[in-house]
């Protein structure tokens, strides 16, 4: 019985942690729009990001585009753009799926 204790109660808080997280999942909350609905209006968006200094200003110039050169073109990229804040979506790059 001592050897199955640890087993029983590792499955027994398994369960739990499942059990809540599937209980939460279908709960909506007020950070996130309904799926149906679409609150992004690009031309908002663009005069947003209309007064962005010259090296993000010529980033979003080529949002949603696949910039080439591998490693060296990205590191010179983020040079340029130091003093700024950076998001890096690392894995998108190289990923088929994405790419389509």
């Known amino acids: 019985m001592k050897r199955a204790?640890?087993?029983?109660?590792?499955?027994?808080?398994?369960?739990?942690?499942?059990?809540?997280?599937l209980s939460q999942a279908g709960e909506k909350t007020p950070e996130a729009p309904d799926e149906g609905a679409s609150s992004f209006d690009l031309?908002?968006?663009?005069?947003?990001?209309?007064g962005a200094p010259a090296p993000?200003?010529?980033?979003h110039d080529q949002s949603s585009?696949?910039?080439?050169?591998g490693v060296p073109?990205?590191?010179r990229r983020l040079a340029q753009l130091e003093g700024n804040p950076v998001v890096i979506n690392k894995w998108a790059s190289w990923c088929g799926p994405c790419r389509a």
């Open 65 to 69: 585009q696949l910039i080439g050169g």
């Open 56 to 59: 993000l200003a010529k980033l």
């Open 43 to 50: 031309a908002t968006a663009k005069r947003q990001l209309a």
């Open 5 to 21: 204790l640890p087993w029983i109660l590792g499955v027994v808080i398994l369960t739990a942690v499942v059990a809540v997280g």
């Open 73 to 75: 073109a990205f590191k």
